[in-house]
């Protein structure tokens, strides 16, 4: 049973960074998709960023563009998510997802879920 463990989250002031992992296991990590995603009380989860199986394709929100970086290291079964430049609105839960093979901005597309890092970011 595959199994995704989120951390790095934490209370930053706007501006500042955070690097979010998420460790993966219970399966083959390099034949996973991985997404992250975030959601705030009330509101629908929302796509930040995904890095196919092979790391040959990201895609990102046009919201994080230019500021969030998804990447991810086969050998420690990790996926990453770079927050650089944090603005007040991404504060949110982050939850990171896995699809096998399969790489999509569509919630619905992955079976596995973290459970989730609180992010911060005062104003």
């Known amino acids: 049973q595959v199994q995704l463990v989120e951390a790095g989250g934490g209370l930053v002031q706007a501006g500042g960074s955070l690097r979010l992992s998420c460790a993966f296991s219970g399966g083959t990590f390099s034949t996973y998709s991985m997404g992250w995603f975030r959601q705030i009380p009330g509101k629908e989860r929302e796509f930040v960023a995904a890095i196919k199986w092979n790391s040959g394709s990201t895609y990102y929100a046009d919201s994080v563009k230019g500021r969030f970086t998804i990447s991810r290291d086969n050998a420690k079964n990790t996926v990453y998510l770079q927050m650089n430049s944090l603005k007040p609105e991404d504060t949110a839960v982050y939850h990171c997802?896995?699809?096998?093979?399969?790489?999509?901005?569509?919630?619905?597309?992955?079976?596995?879920w973290g459970q989730g890092t609180q992010v911060t970011v005062s104003s």
């Open positions: 997802a896995a699809s096998q093979w399969v790489i999509s901005i569509q919630p619905g597309s992955y079976y596995y």
